[in-house]
């Protein structure tokens, strides 16, 4: 789901990355202290600060370090740090990555096409597909970042993916005993404050481990509210031999904002004063405090590698998750007239209305867990290097749109909605426009062969199989009591690499992936008492083919990437927002068929030691290939543009750092963006402006490390519409092909955040 709707509780956010360059290149010295394998390799670079990855392997594929990580401002998240990349696609509305309004895609293709890991668990919704980094673990914990822009790994333990792969690593625990805090100010009263304390070794025992915290709270840059999140993140590693087991854990407990999303019609009349009303106007609906999303999360993972002999290996990864929270609004009842699904209710008894209506806290409260396991076994043979695994996953949600009283002044009884505090029907049942419960059960098994042809090429050939099961039940009295989705499909792929030497190398793959609908799309719903929406299992899985085709020169001063690629969708699914009972709700159009090429580039360019400028660019050519089927009729869409997909996106970032001084720069150009598949409205391109300076004072202090920077975000300011938060068909009426007039709907979108500056001074102890 998307951030400032349903599932806001595990909503996400984030804002446009400030400095950022996108992309470091230590991640192998990182592995080699870890002991974990790695694809990364370093050839005789000049400077190890450079900000391409070294790799080999046969995708594009990026990264970002530690190095680089620690240098960008503390409230960025996973989503923002990896905003200068090929294809990374931000719309934010706030400049410090709090409130859940943001979103992000990948050569065109959204949120909810993004496979993420962190520390080899998935953490995208299973219900809905999204991923919210701000519920991740802190900037300041994390080793890596890597970004696929085009596929999964055959291991991967995520749905979909056609869009690519995020994965975090978190840092290992110190060797020996430190502690670490940073504190932050910045504009719109931001402030935070993070603290880490590192064990060591433990009495003998080769365990070690790290415990952080933070806080972090800022007004809402435009606007009425302010956020505020606290973290929790702790690691537990133990290393034998070849051998490593840990434990991760990661906390948030948030109180987010939500910004109103204008059409464009809002954004002429209003520009930036769009926003919820600051004071509580009786009858009103539209009371900032009726729009702040309180979530809270807990993801755990526990990776294991285990040398089982001198050419067999163990992998396996066990998570779990738990979340619940609410994505509110405003809105109003009245004592007489309600309906409970398709049945008629007498009278209910309203606090604080008014001639027997009330002003009250519409919920859309989400309560999930997620667990499961993938492990694999890897066998060294010869000229081949073989994998098997197997994957689980069983989740629940259980979804509730509800009705809580407000007090007087205008707050909200129980800003969690829960249930047992919300309104009641005379006899005593929840008052709910929306009441189900899903189960969603996933196996997979995968296997794959990694050939050496020669000393230079390299076939990897694999398939895996996925069955995905969704079991469900809708409390609402009607017709339908519950609803069940069984899917599978078997997804083949291939690849080849080829070293034309020391420097240079060759890469292609052929992807496959598959999704099914998301589970909103398996229940009625209604709208006084009448079936507005018709549940259904009948929807097709989207289908996507992939391919890639690069080239990477790796030199001790310069290194570059070139990626052309080429997508076709049977049934792309796209996600989008509608209004359900009041509330902002993830929903997916079935877009037919679509059909995306373009290229990807990247160089990294290291002229002395500490300085590197790196250039990234994408052309992206998305076109959907069939007519869209819209109240009986074709809605001429059939070689229109791909919504949410700019032509042509530019970065630019340079990062100075000579044991003293460190600075940085980064910039972004993204083209014009369609909102309508019929492409009769859009948003023009726009330019953002990251910088970041510095100082390292450890040499001038006692020699620990101490560090002074000061973050400058959006320094430009630019006032633009910066993305497509809910896509629509049309927005204005068109004749469609068998002659009907197809009714238009305004799309809505994200107001681009503000400028901010925040400064920050770390101490280690």
Do not use: C
Request: a negative charge.
């Amino acid at each position: 789901m998307s951030a400032d709707l349903p599932y806001a509780p595990f909503a996400l956010r984030r804002a446009l990355p400030p400095l950022t360059l996108a992309l470091a290149a230590v991640a192998a010295p990182a592995a080699a202290q870890t002991g974990e394998t790695t694809d990364i390799r370093v050839i005789g670079r000049a400077d190890p600060a450079g900000l391409l990855p070294d790799q080999e392997t046969p995708r594009a594929e990026s990264a970002i370090s530690a190095d680089y990580i620690v240098k960008q401002a503390p409230t960025l998240n996973a989503f923002q740090l990896v905003a200068l990349l090929p294809g990374a696609t931000l719309a934010s509305s706030d400049p410090y990555g709090l409130s859940t309004s943001s979103s992000l895609t990948l050569r065109g293709l959204g949120q909810d096409e993004i496979g993420v890991l962190m520390e080899g668990a998935p953490q995208n919704d299973i219900g809905y597909y999204y991923a919210y980094p701000a519920q991740f673990a802190d900037p300041g914990n994390l080793r890596r970042i890597g970004l696929a822009q085009g596929s999964v790994d055959i291991d991967s333990p995520t749905l979909g993916g056609a869009g690519g792969l995020l994965s975090l690593a978190l840092d290992d625990p110190k060797a020996r005993p430190q502690a670490l805090v940073d504190l932050s100010l910045g504009s719109y009263a931001a402030r935070r404050a993070f603290a880490r304390v590192d064990s060591g070794a433990i009495a003998g025992t080769g365990l070690k481990a790290f415990l952080s915290y933070s806080y972090t709270r800022a007004d809402n840059w435009r606007g009425a509210g302010y956020d505020v999140r606290q973290h929790v993140d702790a690691k537990l590693l133990n290393e034998w031999g070849d051998n490593r087991a840990s434990l991760a854990l990661s906390y948030n407990d948030a109180n987010s904002s939500t910004y109103p999303s204008p059409t464009l019609a809002d954004w002429q009349a209003q520009g930036r004063g769009f926003n919820y009303a600051s004071r509580y106007t009786p009858g009103a609906t539209d009371y900032w405090k009726l729009y702040r999303a309180p979530f809270r999360n807990l993801y755990a993972s526990a990776p294991i590698h285990l040398r089982l002999g001198e050419a067999l290996s163990f992998d396996s990864t066990s998570y779990a998750q738990w979340g619940y929270g609410n994505s509110p609004y405003g809105t109003q009842l009245t004592s007489e007239g309600n309906f409970l699904g398709d049945e008629a209710l007498g009278a209910i008894t309203l606090p604080g209305a008014v001639d027997g209506v009330a002003t009250v806290l519409g919920n859309y409260t989400g309560d999930q867990f997620r667990g499961g396991s993938v492990a694999k076994l890897v066998l060294e043979a010869g000229r081949h290097r073989l994998t098997a695994g197997l994957w689980f996953d069983y989740g629940t949600d259980r979804v509730t749109q509800s009705y809580t009283s407000l007090n007087p002044d205008g707050t909200p009884t129980d800003r969690w909605g829960y249930r047992a505090k919300a309104v009641r029907t005379a006899d005593g049942r929840l008052l709910a426009y929306e009441n189900q419960r899903t189960v969603t059960v996933t196996k997979s098994a995968f296997v794959a062969d990694r050939i050496a042809l020669t000393p230079r090429l390299t076939l990897e050939l694999g398939i895996k199989g996925v069955d995905v099961l969704r079991n469900g039940r809708n409390y609402l009295p009607g017709p339908q009591s519950s609803v069940r989705l069984d899917s599978f499909a078997a997804l083949p792929r291939a690849a080849l690499h080829f070293d034309l030497d020391d420097r240079q190398q060759l890469f292609a793959n052929v992807t496959t992936n598959f999704r099914t609908p998301n589970e909103f799309t398996l229940y009625d719903s209604y709208a006084g008492g009448v079936l507005a929406a018709q549940g259904t299992d009948a929807l097709k899985n989207e289908y996507a083919v992939s391919e890639e085709l690069g080239y990477r020169f790796i030199g001790a001063n310069l290194s570059a990437s070139v990626t052309g690629f080429h997508y076709s969708f049977r049934n792309r699914q796209l996600a989008t927002i509608v209004q359900s009972g009041g509330a902002q709700v993830n929903t997916t159009l079935n877009a037919g068929g679509q059909t995306s090429y373009g290229v990807d580039a990247e160089v990294d360019y290291r002229p002395a030691a500490g300085v590197s400028l790196y250039v990234s660019g994408e052309y992206l050519h998305a076109r959907i290939d069939d007519d869209l089927p819209v109240d009986g009729d074709l809605l001429p869409t059939r070689g229109k543009h791909a919504v949410s997909s700019p032509t042509v996106q530019v970065g630019a970032g340079g990062i100075y750092d000579d044991g003293r001084l460190f600075g940085s720069i980064a910039g972004k150009y993204l083209a014009r963006q369609y909102a309508t598949f019929l492409n009769d409205e859009s948003i023009p391109g726009y330019a953002t402006l990251d910088l970041s300076i510095g100082v390292h004072l450890a040499d001038w202090l006692d020699g620990k490390r101490t560090d002074l920077r000061v973050n400058a975000i959006n320094v430009t300011d630019p006032h633009v519409l910066s993305g497509v938060q809910a896509v629509t068909t049309n927005a204005r009426d068109t004749i469609g092909r068998n002659g009907s007039v197809i009714a238009g709907a305004a799309p809505a979108y994200y107001i681009g955040s503000g400028a901010a500056v925040i400064a920050t001074i770390a101490r280690a102890f």
